[in-house]
């Protein structure tokens, strides 16, 4: 019955979706420049924390001596299923030898936060996607959440700084509230046409995407806030999707369009490129359409992509380090934030990761939290009760001096070096050796920009061919199913 209704408000919302794509997708045609926009790059500079809207890179670096971007971002609550389809998209490697890396803008129902921890201990990001996974978010559906991956994931306030919408559904109003909130960026626009296919940028000026709805009348100005365009593809009938393109059409169809879009950043401005994915539909669940072959597209698109020269698949967060301050793709490889690096321990720790190399991550040290909606495991104190959007963290169910405490990590201190059962950080200012194991593995691909693997400027890819048409409502659907289990 719940979910039931869920489909049922979400064929509402999906209705009025189609609605506004066919309305996009007509601007299309005669889109141009947003005339309200106007912001002057002599003022405007990275070393004030400001960009302008450009579809050019910042800072008058040349395209081709650019890194290309790829950014693969997860949507929704982190389970066990939907964890591992992300790991599977994730396994190709950066030109320096690292694993790349994605971005999970997480629901608070239904996510297991160890799972939350694991993901950032691995180097990924983990973002904000609101507490109930509601549009046009209250400020509380969006602080609450970020208290919670704080609280039982473990993660560092300052290291949550992304934010997107749910169903992308966001107002100005949302935007302030992200910049009063300290998030260093918001994900929730997008770029749908040449006109407004920009690399990110800071809203000291307003937004330049989306003006379609209004979003860039006068008024709404965030100096240091960005905004990351989701970047479209182009199916087709040139009607922008812009999630889960996979369910639009055939393996083989998105892949030609996934690649036609891609080549005209590559080829152009160096745009970032974007695959934006809910993985429950990547994800098996009994009764339900075996996924292979769309995960099949999928993963050989991302293999071609990471096989093109100066190909680096990132977090938004290692993107914003990089906006922030940009360096040439020969320099790459150098940039602390590209370094893949996990702490040697004495013995296995709540932390996310496998210290013992037992093959097991966190052996025997996780709580169980059982409250309905919302059971998970944590290395930290589960809640006295169930959390909600007015109380994202009860008090804890056990107090400190007692049998079974763990004690929350310090500011001083990043979780993957936290021990919250010992009450030690293994490396912090006082440390006298942090040890690290370098992960990055040999790769035939050159870190001095010259990539060996493809010197082409488009890419080929052959496919399984494939079945599944569907639209972006049948996306919308399956976001709030997956929600709803
Ligand atoms: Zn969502």
Request: net charge negative; hydrophobic share 30%; with cysteine.
């Amino acid at each position: 019955m719940k979910v039931l209704s869920s489909i049922l408000s979400t064929a509402i919302i999906c209705a009025s979706t189609s609605f506004v794509y066919a309305q996009e997708g007509t601007t299309t045609q005669t889109a141009s420049a947003p005339s309200s926009y106007s912001c002057d790059p002599a003022t405007c500079k990275p070393s004030n924390n400001c960009l302008c809207a450009s579809s050019n890179p910042p800072n008058g670096l040349d395209p081709k001596e650019t890194p290309q971007f790829v950014v693969i971002t997860f949507d929704d609550s982190v389970q066990d299923a939907l964890y591992g389809t992300a790991q599977q998209m994730l396994n190709v490697t950066n030109p320096n030898g690292c694993k790349a890396k994605g971005t999970w803008y997480v629901s608070m129902q239904y996510t297991d936060f160890s799972l939350v921890q694991q993901w950032y201990a691995q180097g990924n990001e983990i973002a904000d996607h609101t507490f109930t996974h509601v549009g046009t978010p209250s400020a509380q559906e969006i602080s609450s959440a970020k208290s919670m991956l704080h609280e039982y994931g473990g993660i560092p306030l300052n290291k949550i700084q992304g934010f997107r919408a749910p169903f992308l559904n966001y107002t100005a109003e949302t935007l302030k509230q992200l910049s009063q909130q300290q998030f260093s960026y918001d994900s929730s626009s997008s770029a749908s046409s040449e006109s407004d296919l920009f690399w990110p940028y800071t809203l000291d000026y307003g937004m330049a995407n989306d003006c379609w709805t209004g979003i860039c009348n006068p008024g709404l100005k965030l100096p240091g806030f960005w905004e990351f365009p989701m970047y479209a593809v182009m199916n087709n009938a040139s009607v922008p999707q812009l999630m889960d393109v996979y369910l639009s059409g055939s393996p083989e169809d998105v892949t030609k369009w996934s690649l036609d879009a891609f080549n005209k950043h590559y080829n152009g401005g160096r745009q970032p490129f974007g695959i934006y994915v809910h993985p429950t539909h990547l994800s098996s669940y009994p009764g339900l359409p075996d996924p292979k072959p769309l995960m099949d597209g999928v993963i050989n698109l991302i293999k071609n992509l990471s096989e093109t020269k100066d190909v680096w698949v990132v977090s938004n967060q290692q993107l914003l380090a990089w906006m922030k301050n940009p360096v040439k793709a020969s320099e790459m490889a150098n940039q602390p934030y590209m370094k893949c690096e996990k702490p040697v321990l004495p013995s296995e720790i709540c932390n996310g990761l496998d210290d013992n190399n037992s093959g097991g991550i966190d052996d025997s040290l996780l709580n169980n939290c059982n409250f309905g909606t919302s059971n998970f495991k944590t290395c930290f104190n589960c809640p006295s009760g169930a959390p909600s959007v007015s109380s994202p963290t009860p008090g804890s169910s056990t107090q400190n001096g007692t049998a079974g405490y763990r004690y929350p990590v310090p500011a001083s201190c990043d979780p993957t070096w936290w021990d919250p059962i010992g009450n030690k950080c293994f490396c912090d200012a006082s440390a006298t050796n942090c040890n690290y194991k370098n992960m990055a593995v040999a790769t035939n691909k050159t870190t001095n920009g010259n990539g060996t693997t493809s010197d082409a400027t488009s890419v080929m890819t052959t496919l399984p061919l494939g079945q599944i048409i569907a639209s972006m409502c049948v996306a919308l659907l399956w976001e709030t199913f997956s929600y709803s289990r």
